[in-house]
């Protein structure tokens, strides 16, 4: 079974508000990323967060990690119509090597 | 700098028909890997070369062989094409093989691939 599992599975908000994603996993992690796909398109990297790390921040985006609950979110603030996209998080877990696994996506629709 | 290139974009075979992917990158990188990408899920690891000379299994490794043929390229094939393997492939890259250099991995566009 996948190691990250993303929550909600769809999310449709409007321009300007900010949206939330969810990525639960199992096992202990060495460090969690965060991607974005554009349809049609391979995944682009966002952000990553090493497990000693409790939130980070690049542009509009705010990731947070909490390994006690094994969860990390993605928040995106003041949306645009570009940010249109599926998201996935990706968890790299010492016993997997190089490997990294990734969860099934959430489904992010910014509406003008 | 092209990052990571796949080709071909798209596909269509018959069913039985052997056929290679290829890819390669640009950056150096010492791991590359190749994902199956289904609708509505996540990525699956088909196979991975966590550096020049190696490769390993994934999730996913029936029906597909792989081989690493220098540093820059890393080609997946279907010896003998079913039609549960229609999906989109991706291969990626990644500078370093352990997962504590704590590096991303940077994605081809994709191959579109049906078979009949």
């Known amino acids: 079974s996948q190691q990250g599992e993303e929550d909600p599975q769809a999310l449709s908000i409007q321009e300007g508000e900010n949206a939330t994603m969810n990525c639960s996993y199992k096992t202990s992690i060495n460090n969690l990323q965060w991607y974005r796909q554009n349809s049609g398109r391979g995944l682009v990297h966002l952000i990553l967060i090493r497990s000693n790390e409790r939130e980070k921040h690049s542009g509009r985006l705010r990731v947070t990690l909490d390994t006690s609950k094994k969860s990390s979110s993605l928040l995106i603030t003041a949306s645009r119509a570009a940010d249109t996209a599926s998201y996935f998080c990706?968890?790299?877990?010492?016993?997997?090597?190089?490997?990294?696994?990734f969860g099934e996506g959430t489904q992010l629709t910014v509406n003008p | 700098n092209a990052g990571v290139t796949q080709t071909p974009k798209f596909q269509v075979l018959k069913t039985g028909q052997s056929m290679t992917l290829q890819c390669a990158q640009d950056?150096?990188?010492?791991?590359m890997y190749w994902y199956r990408q289904d609708p509505g899920m996540g990525l699956r690891l088909i196979y991975y070369s966590a550096s020049e000379g190696t490769t390993d299994k994934g999730e996913v490794p029936n029906g597909y062989n792989v081989s690493r043929l220098n540093k820059r390229e890393f080609s997946l094939r279907l010896e003998s094409a079913a039609p549960s393997q229609t999906s989109v492939y991706f291969c990626a890259s990644r500078r370093n093989r352990d997962s504590y250099s704590n590096q991303p991995q940077h994605f081809g566009d994709g191959t579109r691939l049906s078979i009949l």
């Open positions: 990706a968890t790299d877990v010492y016993s997997s090597g190089s490997r990294l696994t």
């Open positions: 950056m150096n990188h010492n791991s």
